[in-house]
């Protein structure tokens, strides 16, 4: 697996590199997370690829689910 950061754009954290597909959400809303928790496994070409919290923060809203695709600068979530 290779873990990628999410960069954070005010209280979005948004994804940077690659179309995918979320293979797992790994987080919810209302959950306190810490900096490098693993929020989401995503995979492209059967490569899986870590997603994690680039920072401390409490979780607003997951805007994605298992078996959505998801493309370059997509919000993934939302931190409160």
């Known amino acids: ?9 005010g209280r979005d954290v948004r994804f940077e590199p690659l179309d995918e597909s979320v293979l797992e959400v790994r987080c919810r ?11 989401f496994i995503l995979e492209a070409m059967k490569m899986k690829t870590s997603i994690v919290a ?5 979780i607003g809203q997951v805007l994605v689910a298992p078996g959505d695709a998801v493309v370059e600068g ?3 979530l939302h931190y409160e």
């Open 29 to 39: 809303a209302g959950e306190a997370i810490e900096p490098n928790a693993v929020l």
């Open 74 to 76: 997509q919000p993934l």
């Open 54 to 58: 680039p920072e401390r923060g409490r």
């Open 1 to 9: 697996e290779i873990a990628h950061v999410l960069r954070s754009h």
